[in-house]
Nanobody, 131 residues
Framework: QVQLVESGGGSVQAGGSLRLSCAAF??????????MGWFRQAPGKEREGVAL???????RYADSVKGRFTISKDNAKKILYLQMNSLGPEDTAMYYC???????????????????????RGQGTQVTVSA
């Protein structure tokens, strides 16, 4: 059973930065073969795919975070990261790590949308950005 554990959330002022981490436990193979990403859910809003790191190395981002967020992965440590810069109040949400051996086809938007239904999902870490 794969367990994803997020960390790094917190409270920052607008313009600040945070780096989220997601450690994968219990996966028998290298995370190289896993498609991993982040999605978030703000109060009263639907879940939103934020960033995806596909197993072939391709990275995809939601338009709302392009140029501000960077996803990376350390396969040796089995950790996924999300570097978030220039944070604004609109980024306030619970952030979840997700992983799936299969990502499926489609547009960036479709792949990011499917993150919320990934086979493996963490419990989330809260990010709060004040104006």
């Amino acid at each position: 059973q794969v367990q994803l554990v997020e960390s790094g959330g917190g409270s920052v002022q607008a313009g600040g930065s945070l780096r989220l981490s997601c450690a994968a436990f219990g996966y028998s193979y290298s995370t190289y073969y896993l498609n991993m990403g982040w999605f978030r859910q703000a109060p009263g809003k639907e879940r939103e795919g934020v960033a995806l790191f596909e197993s072939d190395g391709v990275k995809r981002y939601a338009d709302s975070v392009k140029g501000r967020f960077t996803i990376s992965k350390d396969n040796a440590k089995k950790i996924l990261y999300l570097q978030m810069n220039s944070l604004g109040p609109e980024d306030t949400a619970m952030y979840y790590c997700a992983a799936d051996p299969v990502v499926g086809g489609g547009t960036d938007e479709e792949k990011l949308r499917r993150l919320v239904d990934s086979r493996y999902r963490g419990q989330g870490t809260q990010v709060t950005v004040s104006a």
